[in-house]
């Protein structure tokens, strides 16, 4: 059996998904969390001076996309055909151009801060959660995939617990995105993770 050590700064951030696919695999893995100090240290062994990476076996992997597929294919949540893989594809796409977005507008420059926070609210926010909740809707499981969690699932839940704590009544207008992060986070061994997490600023 392989051994994995997920690395990462004190936060869920980009390390997050990967957590949660070894809680619900119940999967052992070492979670380091690094301070500034300890990240100076260890920044030169990383292959792009970038965080989080996944070791295994003492191979350190980068691209938190990459390592959330691996551990998904390694334990049976990346569906059960190809066409399953591609659905599940085109929701990580999807998140990944959201946060790019969401991005986009938390870091704007100051005097166009106010711009890009509307245009992400108005426009950019509701056309995503709109793609989601077709979706979600489409598979008729209460799964995004199938009829059992998948990493489509465990990604959705990630971002949409992430947005609801920064943006109250993010899913407001999506009941069914709101009843699909209440699924996954009451799923038992998800559970017990949440309630024992490091509170973080993110």
């Keep these: ?15 997050e998904c990967c957590r949660l696919l070894f809680t619900l695999a119940g999967k052992e893995f070492e979670d380091e969390r690094l301070d500034s100090d300890k990240w100076k240290e260890f920044k030169p062994k990383t292959p792009l001076g970038q965080l989080p990476v996944l070791e295994i076996d003492g191979k350190i992997f980068s691209q938190s996309p990459a390592m959330a597929n691996f551990l998904a294919k390694e334990f049976g949540y990346y569906g059960k055909t ?81 947005f609801n704590e920064r943006f109250p009544g993010f899913l407001d207008n999506s009941p069914g995105l709101k009843a699909h992060k209440e699924k996954i986070e009451n799923l038992d061994k998800i559970k017990a993770y949440i309630a024992k997490r490091p509170t973080t600023q993110f």
């Design 82 to 162: 190809n066409m399953e893989g591609l659905q599940i594809d085109e929701i990580s796409s999807m998140l990944g151009d959201f946060l790019t977005q969401a991005v986009k507008a938390m870091f704007a420059e100051e005097s166009k801060k106010e711009e890009a926070t509307k245009e992400f609210k108005e426009n950019q926010m509701p056309k995503y959660l709109k793609a989601l909740e077709m979706r979600l809707k489409e598979s008729g499981t209460g799964y995004f995939v199938g009829n059992s969690a998948t990493l489509a699932d465990l990604a959705v839940f990630d971002v949409c617990w992430s």
């Design 1 to 15: 059996m392989p051994t994995y050590k997920l690395t990462y700064f004190n936060g869920r951030g980009r390390a």
